[in-house]
């Protein structure tokens, strides 16, 4: 075993890792799970090869399942990146737990121009019940004996923006099969989508195919090779 892993696996709940960025902009990552998180998104080739296929970027940008906001700061730095203005990001996230931390995470990598909703995104209205893992990354619909437990809003993601979006990503562990199902006029009007898909093989063709009739090509579509599900980047046909 790696000495220095070792030793940061068993220190990291006591003293905070920090994640330095270039213009003094940081993240702490408190634990090994933060730590698997952020590499999970940032450090995955995956999210930077599907955004360099976006030629360009005006609208507003969706992030459902935000968790820590790492997916939004890796926007944020390949807008940086090809010069493009930085648009307005729409961050829904259903954990409460952690909103505070997404929050914190967002002002010190020097992005001002978010909006952070708590709530689930899939259904159109009501309460959602969650379970949420012991470690806090991940949420669920549903109820569960270990983790916590907790009730939040439904999102309707019509009414986020009076503007479509130009990216929009979706990591919501399951709940994209409704969210496709209630959504496909806000989904089908923007120029990418980035997919985690969580379903069979047959849920997951079936939001493939209902994206190739509304005029979608599947630029990337593959199984990461940790996770297991299916990483997917959908490109608008203009």
């Not at 899939?122 to 991940?138: C, D, E, W, Y």
């Not at 809003?153 to 503007?163: D, M, Q, R, V």
């Not at 806000?186 to 509304?214: F, P, S, W």
């Amino acid at each position: 075993m790696n000495v220095r892993s070792f030793l940061y696996r068993r220190l990291a709940a006591l003293i905070t890792c920090t994640f330095r960025f270039p213009e003094n902009r940081t993240i702490a990552l408190s634990s090994k799970h933060h730590l698997a998180s952020f590499q999970d998104v940032y450090t995955n080739p995956f999210y930077w090869d599907a955004l360099s296929r976006l030629k360009t970027l005006t609208g507003p940008v969706l992030d459902l399942g935000a968790n820590y906001g790492y997916f939004t700061m890796l926007c944020s730095d390949y807008i940086n990146y090809k010069g493009y203005a930085q648009p307005d990001y729409y961050l829904v996230e259903a954990n409460p737990f952690i909103i505070s931390s997404l929050d914190s995470n967002l002002k010190n990598f020097g992005i001002k121009n978010y909006t952070i909703l708590n709530g689930a995104a899939g259904p159109i209205s009501g309460n959602v019940n969650l379970r949420i893992s012991k470690n806090l990354l991940a949420s669920t619909i549903g109820n569960s004996s270990g983790g916590k437990n907790a009730v939040v809003p439904a999102i309707n993601i019509e009414n986020i923006s009076n503007e479509y979006f130009d990216l929009i990503k979706i990591d919501i562990e399951g709940a994209e099969f409704d969210l496709f199902d209630n959504y496909m006029n806000v989904l089908t009007n923007c120029k990418q989508l980035i997919i985690e898909l969580h379903g069979t093989d047959e849920q997951n063709d079936g939001i493939r195919n209902k994206l190739k009739n509304a005029g979608y090509i599947s630029s990337i579509y593959k199984q990461d090779v940790y996770s297991g599900y299916t990483l997917a980047s959908f490109d608008k046909v203009i």
